[in-house]
């Protein structure tokens, strides 16, 4: 069965600095799909970024990048340049091999950023 | 672009009470989820449905139906609300690759 953990459970960092949040996963499918999302304090949840498990280039979308080390099962959240509104909680998540549509959650890093 | 729907926003329940929950979305999309999250912790998940009529149980569906009678609603039903229930109910919508999530809907049960 798939499982998700993210052990930090909260974060606090200065403003315009880089920060990494960490997750690691189990699976015994060779592919599978790596997610980050972002939960603000109003409870919306927005998908931040996205890592395949074929792809060895690690992905990135704006000031987001995932370092993904596929031998170790992590996959960790860097966020650069981070911003007063970058306070949230972050959860890491993970669905298996095409045709499977479970998506399993970690227990989810609150992220503040301090001025 | 497009949009989840969750209704209603708060439900007030008694004990042993069977409430439903509804949502939809008009992204079109095939897969709808619905999660519990309880205060300050992740997400888990109850149901799924990967189209029409289709529904996969999560790990934590005990407790709860689900009924998709078209590709655009999803609803969950708490068979029998358990005292003291205090959760937010998270209904998603995907294409491969990414969720989209509703609002929520918050329980409360006296």
């Known amino acids: 069965a798939q499982k998700v953990t993210q052990t930090q459970t909260s974060i606090s960092v200065v403003e315009k600095t880089t920060v990494t949040m960490d997750c690691v996963y189990e699976?015994?499918?060779?592919?599978?799909?790596l997610f980050w999302y972002k939960q603000t304090a109003s409870g919306e949840i927005v998908f931040l970024i996205r890592?395949?498990?074929?792809?060895?280039e690690n992905a990135t979308v704006g000031h987001y990048s995932l370092n993904f080390q596929k031998p170790k099962s992590s996959i960790g959240l860097i966020i650069t340049a981070t911003q007063i509104e970058d306070s949230a909680v972050y959860f890491c998540?993970?669905?298996?091999?095409?045709?499977?549509?479970?998506?399993?959650f970690g227990a989810g890093t609150k992220l503040t950023i301090k001025p | 672009g497009g949009i989840i729907t969750q209704t209603p926003k708060f439900l007030i329940g008694q004990e042993g009470q069977k409430l439903t929950l509804k949502c939809q979305q008009n992204?079109?999309?095939?897969?709808m989820y619905w999660y519990r999250q309880d205060s300050g912790k992740g997400l888990r998940l109850i149901y799924y449905?990967?189209?029409?009529?289709?529904?996969q149980k999560g790990d934590l569906s005990e407790g709860y139906d689900a009924s998709r009678e078209k590709k655009s609603s999803f609803s969950l039903t708490v068979t029998s609300a358990q005292k003291n229930e205090m959760a937010v109910f998270l209904c998603?919508?995907?294409?491969?690759?990414?969720?989209?999530f509703g609002p929520g809907t918050r329980l409360t049960v006296l």
């Open positions: 998603a919508s995907s294409i491969p690759g990414e969720q989209y």
């Open positions: 699976t015994r499918d060779s592919s599978y799909f």
């Open positions: 890592q395949d498990s074929y792809k060895k």
């Open positions: 998540a993970m669905r298996e091999n095409y045709g499977n549509e479970k998506i399993t």
């Open positions: 992204f079109n999309h095939d897969t």
């Open positions: 449905s990967i189209t029409e009529n289709d529904l």
